[in-house]
């Protein structure tokens, strides 16, 4: 079993930065791809950005690009989320959730085994 908790959400403005972060205990830390999930009331879960258990492989989504940054630091068991230049169609719940299959970093929904509880990020206009 893998217990992940999020953290660092919050509400900013527009053009504002913050860091998520997916704390991890249980299972080996090191041997997960993560990834960083986000749903918008009414809208499906969408994945934002994977990382492979190594760092090496990384996935970000189309809208993301250039804006966002995840990273890992396996020492602590812990991946983040940078998010820069936010914009309001950003606000969603945050959610990540680790693969046990190795390779690289998957984007579907289904391919994760485990999942945080989620935070909340809110960009206003």
């Known amino acids: 079993q893998v217990q992940l908790v999020e953290s660092g959400g919050g509400l900013v403005q527009a053009g504002g930065s913050l860091r998520l972060s997916c704390a991890a205990s249980g299972r080996t830390f090191s041997s997960l791809a993560i990834g960083w999930f986000r749903q918008a009331p009414g809208k499906e879960r969408d994945i934002v950005a994977a990382?492979?258990?190594?760092?090496?492989?990384?996935y970000y989504a189309d809208s993301v690009k250039g804006r966002f940054t995840i990273s890992r630091d396996n020492a602590k068991d812990t991946v983040y989320l940078q998010m820069n230049s936010l914009k309001p169609e950003d606000t969603a719940v945050y959610y990540c959730?680790?693969?046990?299959?190795?390779?690289?970093?998957?984007?579907?929904?289904?391919?994760?085994?485990?999942w945080g509880q989620g935070t909340q990020v809110t960009v206003s206009s």
């Open positions: 990382i492979s258990w190594s760092g090496a492989s990384t």
């Open positions: 959730a680790a693969d046990r299959t190795p390779g690289r970093p998957r984007v579907v929904v289904t391919s994760y085994d485990y």
